[in-house]
Every structure is written in C-alpha cells, then in structure tokens.
C-alpha cells in the first residue's frame, strides 16, 4: 500500500487508531482536521497532552485519576463516607458522576476477575478496598460491577470478603432501561428484569 503522508503524519495516524473507537480512517480524518485547525485545535491539544502526561496520577486512595492526590472525590467534604461504590473502571466512576447518581465515595478496581484471562484478586484493588472499608467505619458498598459473567464473579468475590467483616453488600439493579420497549430488550435483561422486580 503507498504511503499517503511524511512519516510524522503516518506515526501520528497510526497511534490515534489505537485509542477506543478509532480506526485508521477516523484517525486518518482526525489528523487532517487538526492539521486544518493546527492554532485551534493542534497546539492545543499538545500542550494539554503534554501536561496531563506530567500531571495526572492515580488516586491513592480509591484509583480515580486525576492532578490531585487523594482525587476531588475523595477529598469533597460534602460526600457521604459511610457508603462506598465499586466500580470496574474510571470510565464507569465518570459515568455515574456524569449522572449525579451517588453522593457516597468510590473504589476502582481496575477490571475484573477472570480464570480465562489469568487475573486473579491479587491483580486487582480488592484488597485495598476491603482495607479501606475495615479502616474506616463504612456501613455499605454498593458493587456497580457490570452485568458479565466477569463482573457478577467480581462482585460475589467481594461480596464474601465483606460479609468477613460484617459489612453489607448491595448490588446495582439490572433490567429494564427508562424509556426502553420490551420488544426491544434482549432474553438476558427481560429475564433480569423480571427477577429484579419490586412491589408498588
């Protein structure tokens, strides 16, 4: 295949497809449209690049990223301390704040277990969370693990660990999606939902 660009462009295209959702032709366009808007965008963008690279860690204390230790979560005052979720990854931590949907505090555990792919409790940060919640007088933790056959076993694991220490457990509810149609709905979330149902 001929090259269409210098070999800085090509670097450039190369290294945008390996982010989340971009293919050689979204990173293809990407890199011309920064180019087009190099004052706008472009140096910009190094430069923000560049300063996250240097700044940005992970949060000691509950696995947030962020230029802060311990992160803006943690350190809110207004946040209530006896509760705590757990979640897999920050993107899932970003997402619930996005929706304003836990005032508690969070504990990220960085994926989850899996006998197939070799990661066991100890390549995880449960043991951190279970230290934390021994530590400091939590009364609940809500696991906000996904609903995979590898977040469910994430989620019972701690669960066991908790229960150690008198600690409850609660899990996020699965089903039925706000403005969801039922024909719409997979066998697996009906089945949840139906499972999961409350009385009114």
Same mark, same amino acid.
């Given at each position: 295949?001929? %090259?269409?660009?210098?070999?800085?462009?090509?670097?450039?295209?190369?290294?945008?497809? %390996?982010?989340?959702?971009?293919?050689?032709?979204?990173?293809?366009?990407?890199?011309?449209?920064?180019?087009?808007?190099?004052?706008?965008?472009?140096?910009?963008?190094?430069?923000?690049?560049?300063?996250?690279?240097?700044?940005?860690?992970?949060? =000691?204390?509950?696995?947030?990223?962020?230029?802060?230790?311990?992160?803006?979560?943690?350190?809110?005052? %207004?946040?209530?301390?006896?509760?705590?979720?757990?979640?897999?990854?920050? /993107?899932?931590?970003?997402?619930?704040?996005?929706? @304003?949907?836990?005032?508690?505090?969070?504990?990220?555990?960085?994926?989850?277990?899996?006998?197939?792919?070799?990661?066991?409790?100890?390549?995880?940060?449960?043991?951190?969370?279970?230290?934390?919640?021994?530590?400091?007088?939590?009364?609940?933790?809500?696991?906000?693990? @996904?609903?995979?056959?590898? /977040?469910?076993?994430?989620?019972?694991?701690?669960?066991?660990?908790?229960?150690?220490?008198?600690? =409850?457990?609660?899990?996020?509810?699965? /089903?039925?999606?706000?403005? /969801?149609?039922?024909?719409?709905?997979?066998?697996?979330?009906?089945?949840?939902?139906?499972?999961? %149902?409350?009385?009114?």
């Amino acid at each position: 295949m001929k %090259r269409q660009a210098g070999p800085e462009l090509e670097r450039l295209i190369q290294l945008l497809a %390996r982010l989340p959702g971009l293919g050689p032709r979204s990173a293809r366009r990407a890199v011309l449209h920064l180019i087009k808007n190099r004052e706008k965008l472009f140096d910009p963008l190094t430069l923000a690049l560049e300063e996250a690279r240097h700044k940005v860690s992970a949060c =000691s204390v509950c696995g947030n990223v962020d230029t802060v230790d311990p992160c803006s979560v943690c350190a809110d005052p %207004r946040r209530d301390r006896s509760m705590i979720c757990v979640v897999e990854d920050v /993107g899932d931590l970003w997402a619930l704040e996005r929706a @304003n949907a836990w005032t508690g505090l969070y504990h990220v555990l960085g994926g989850t277990l899996s006998a197939l792919g070799g990661v066991t409790p100890d390549d995880l940060n449960i043991g951190s969370l279970i230290a934390r919640v021994s530590e400091s007088g939590v009364k609940e933790v809500v696991l906000a693990t @996904n609903a995979t056959v590898e /977040g469910q076993t994430t989620a019972h694991y701690i669960t066991e660990r908790l229960k150690e220490r008198g600690v =409850s457990a609660s899990r996020l509810a699965h /089903g039925v999606p706000v403005g /969801g149609e039922l024909d719409y709905l997979d066998e697996g979330t009906l089945t949840q939902a139906i499972r999961a %149902r409350k009385p009114l």
